[in-house]
């Protein structure tokens, strides 16, 4: 069974960096692409970023365009996702998923597998 473990997320202070990871445990993710979502308190969950099986090609929700930055390692069967210039409006449940495909897509029933979730607070 797949495993998705992400870890990285804590409390900052607005304006400061965090790398986020998510490592797969039992499968490889060399076959698909990845994406990052997120849940804020009372709020649906929410598309942020995705990355394709060879990690040429992304796509961010535009919330987070130009600060956030999702990468990949396929040797080391990790997806990234970096951080910047965050904002107390970033503040959510994190959660990397695998899709069913290798192509990028934004849609949630698109992804079959799904991590845990790390906590990302950002104080104003």
């Known amino acids: 069974q797949v495993q998705l473990v992400e870890s990285g997320g804590r409390l900052v202070h607005t304006g400061e960096s965090l790398r986020l990871s998510c490592t797969a445990a039992?499968?490889?993710?060399?076959?698909?692409?990845m994406g990052w979502f997120r849940r804020a308190p009372g709020k649906d969950r929410e598309f942020v970023a995705t990355?394709?099986?060879?990690?040429?090609?992304?796509y961010y929700v535009d919330s987070v365009k130009g600060r956030f930055t999702i990468s990949r390692d396929n040797a080391k069967n990790t997806v990234y996702l970096q951080m910047n210039s965050l904002k107390p409006e970033d503040t959510a449940a994190y959660y990397c998923?695998?899709?069913?495909?290798?192509?990028?897509?934004?849609?949630?029933?698109?992804?079959?597998?799904w991590g845990q979730g790390t906590q990302v607070t950002v104080s104003s």
């Open positions: 998923a695998e899709a069913r495909w290798p192509g990028i897509t934004t849609v949630l029933h698109e992804y079959e597998y």
């Open positions: 990355i394709n099986l060879s990690g040429n090609i992304t």
């Open positions: 039992g499968r490889t993710i060399n076959n698909s692409a």
